[in-house]
């Protein structure tokens, strides 16, 4: 079957991963031709560095990649076309798409989201203004009445293989420099300008562990630089107290999986990387992209209800209290020495809430089943 996804990058790198890695699996996993449609193809060139660096079709992965603007000149239409997030697809396609018989099946990928109402919507049809052809509303999530998470089948295998104890030694070779120690407390930073970074800052670099905290390029360097009172380059490596800071380049998808995998805790943020950091079975931070009258706070509370739905009311209560002060949600200047204290509790749930998810049919399972209710 013909697939076809178009993907419009609004402001940061979370819908393109998304696409990418939805693509991706439909091709390879799931033996599906598919045409990714990209508008913004500098963003793409770094999350894959084999991207040409002029905007023209290539084949990566079993994906044919092809820029936005060839879907703008009556392009042949797929058997299902995939609007990531509401991108509004371009006029030409949507007349060769009322043009076809029969029609394509045409999908709305929406955001992630924890929240109950989203089963209620999960793959309902709409008709769509424009057109009159139904568009199924897609809603990825952690329950069984959702479309799932994306979860390619080796992804807990190359994370198995990067916790294995030379994992960090092979990173060190890799991204290492003679600053980092194996042995101290690993984290990994990924994250929207936020306010609270200097109070964490604060907090490590007094730690009784040492601490290194990998931070890959991207926004969070404004904000370590402006605390650092130094401009973040590739290759920075420096301690400040118990604190050793490792600038990082912007890091291909699979080493970011790879960094989060090797680190104790991760600072993760929007979607890929918060779904990401769940495969990697660590405890994580998240904060979730922020919104006007807080309703990322309920997004965040949505998620957390299902997160600790089976932990005690003491493991419960230090990651509320993180979580909420890392999203502006309430601030406790204690919630990182309590996060901290109780790491080894959280690595246990967080490999606990992994492994239930993993027992589930990912959202490429899902996606394929709905369209092709035929396919075991």
């Known amino acids: 079957m013909q697939w076809d996804i178009f993907c419009r990058v609004v402001d940061n790198f979370g819908d ?20 990714l449609f990209v508008d913004d193809w500098e963003t793409l060139r770094r999350l894959l560095p084999s991207v040409p660096a002029a905007p023209a079709p290539f084949v990566v992965s079993g994906v044919e990649v092809q820029p936005w603007v060839l879907a703008e000149r009556s392009p042949s239409v797929a058997a299902c076309v995939i609007e990531a997030f509401a991108c509004e697809l371009p006029p030409a396609c949507l007349a060769a798409m009322r043009a076809s018989t029969p029609p394509p099946v045409w999908i709305n990928l929406e955001y992630l989201s924890a929240e109950d109402w989203i089963e209620e919507c999960h793959g309902l049809p709409s008709p769509d203004p424009a057109t009159g052809l139904p568009k199924i509303f897609f809603f990825p999530g952690f329950t069984a009445r959702s479309g799932g998470l994306i979860r390619e089948p080796e992804v807990l295998a190359r994370r198995d293989a990067a916790q294995e104890p030379d994992g960090r030694r092979n990173w060190l070779a890799d991204y290492g420099c003679a600053e980092v120690s194996a042995s101290a407390q690993w984290m990994s930073l990924f994250a929207y300008d936020n306010p609270q970074l200097a109070h964490r800052l604060r907090d490590w670099q007094v730690s009784d562990t040492p601490i290194v905290l990998w931070v890959p390029e991207g926004t969070a360097w404004r904000g370590l630089a402006h605390w650092l009172g130094a401009s973040l380059a590739e290759g920075h490596c420096q301690q400040y107290g ?22 104790d805790v991760n600072f993760v943020r929007g979607e890929d990387s918060f779904v990401r950091a769940q495969w990697a079975a660590r405890p994580f931070v998240w904060q979730a992209y922020p919104q006007a009258d807080a309703v990322h706070v309920e997004k965040m509370n949505a998620f957390l209800r299902r997160y600790l739905q089976t932990a005690d009311a003491a493991t419960a209560a230090v990651v509320e209290a993180m979580w909420r002060d890392w999203n502006g949600a309430g601030t406790q200047e204690d919630a990182w020495v309590g996060f901290q204290n109780a790491l080894p509790v959280l690595r246990r749930h967080a490999r606990q809430w992994c492994d239930q998810l993993a027992a589930t049919d990912g959202l490429v399972d899902r996606l394929v089943k709905m369209v092709q209710p035929d396919v075991k």
């Open 242 to 263: 118990a604190l050793t800071v490792s600038a990082l380049p912007f890091l291909p998808m699979d080493d970011y999986d790879r960094l989060l995998a090797v680190c």
């Open 16 to 35: 393109i991963g998304v696409s990418w890695r939805l693509a991706r699996a439909l091709a390879l996993h799931s033996q599906q031709g598919v045409r």
